[in-house]
Every structure is written in structure tokens, then in C-alpha cells.
């Protein structure tokens, strides 16, 4: 708690504007201050951050991903990336427009998902795919079966397209029974069975 004597002391600005520098108490008495401490010390503040809390429209190089919450200097976010239509200034309205398109995104990337899956238990219950080659000497066909092979039969069979670079099979150069593998979805495969046989 502060003294009497110090909680009275107040400015009095007439004798402060006078060459002689005094502070006087609530007592009248004038206190001497010497003219080499009547200079102001002035401490200043920290620097204020200026950052911008926003979220990124589109990828920036050296900066962030598409949907990333970030904080950026002021003048990078009004120099650079607000006339760019980079960014966008983070407000509740935007975090929730955020927050239903995400859930938007999930919902449609299970339903993918899903349709992988049944797809896959179509194909492992088909059985096997026949493929006839003209045969040659012993087990061994001319030429070999390919992807776009496969995609044909299944398109034949099932009347289903698929693309021949999600197909992945062994080399196969004579008869008998392979397995093919097809990556329905980057978590989902299905494996299908080949029987090659020689006319």
C-alpha cells in the first residue's frame, strides 16, 4: 500500500510549464527535482503482432494446402493473398461453412468406399474368368494375357467397366489358374481368379 504523503502528490501543471520544474504536494510545499532527471522515460510496448488468422482457397507454394488454417503477417494476407483470392480471413461463419463441406466430403468418400466393396464381393463370387488362347507346345499359349484382357471379360460378363491400370496380374504364358488383383479403392481390392485354357 502506498504512503500517505505519496498518494497526495498530484501534478500541478502551472508549475510545471515554469523553468524552475517542481512538484508540489497536496501540503503546498514545492519538491526540487534537477533539471537532469526531468527528462521523460518513455518505455515502449512490445511491437503488436500483426498476423491475420485465414484459410488457404487453393495450394500456395512454400505456404500451405488447400483448406489449411494458418496465421500470416498482415501485409503478406492484404499484398499477396487476399487480391489473389489465395485466402480467406477466418470468421464462425466460414469455420462452419468449412465444418459441412468436410462432412460433405467424408460422406462422399465413404459411399465410394462402399460401392468398392460390394463391387469386390461381386467380383470374389463371380468365380474364375475363362480366357482361351491358341495353345502351343505342352501348357504353353501364344502370347500372354494382358490387363485389357481381363477388363474385356469382365465388361463381357458382368457389364462392368473398369479401368485396365487398377489391374494388376502375374505374366502369364501358359495355362492354368492365376489370381488377378483389382484396386477398387486406395483401402479396398478384390482378387479374381483366371483360368487360361488352350483351345
Known amino acids: 500500500m502506498a504512503s500517505p504523503a505519496a498518494a497526495s502528490l498530484s501534478w500541478n501543471s ?10 508540489t504536494a497536496t501540503t503546498n510545499e ?3 527535482i534537477s533539471d537532469k532527471s ?3 522515460l518513455i518505455f515502449a510496448q512490445k511491437k503488436a503482432k500483426k498476423t491475420r488468422k485465414i484459410i488457404l482457397i487453393e495450394d500456395v ?17 492484404r499484398n499477396y493473398l487476399h487480391p489473389s483470392g489465395k485466402a480467406r480471413i477466418v470468421t464462425p461463419v466460414l469455420l462452419k461453412e468449412m465444418k459441412v463441406e468436410e ?3 467424408e460422406a462422399e468418400k465413404q459411399r465410394v468406399k462402399e460401392e468398392a466393396l460390394q463391387l469386390a464381393r461381386i467380383f470374389e463370387t463371380v468365380g474364375a474368368f475363362k480366357v ?19 477388363v474385356d471379360i469382365i465388361k463381357a460378363q458382368l457389364q462392368r467397366d473398369i479401368d485396365k491400370r487398377i489391374v494388376s496380374l ?10 488377378a488383383e483389382l484396386k477398387l479403392h486406395p483401402d479396398v481390392s478384390a482378387q479374381v481368379r483366371l483360368n487360361v485354357f488352350a483351345n
Open 170 to 179: 502375374p505374366e502369364i504364358r501358359e495355362t492354368g489358374e492365376y489370381i
Open 103 to 105: 462432412e460433405r466430403i
Open 38 to 40: 526531468s527528462a521523460f
Open 30 to 32: 514545492p519538491i526540487k
Open 61 to 77: 507454394t512454400d505456404v500451405g494446402k488447400k483448406g489449411q488454417l494458418l496465421d500470416v503477417k498482415a501485409g503478406f494476407y
Open 14 to 23: 502551472s508549475s510545471w510549464l515554469n523553468n524552475n520544474r517542481t512538484l
Open 132 to 150: 482361351k488362347r491358341k495353345g502351343g507346345k505342352g501348357k504353353q499359349i501364344f502370347g500372354s494375357v494382358t490387363a485389357q484382357d481381363l
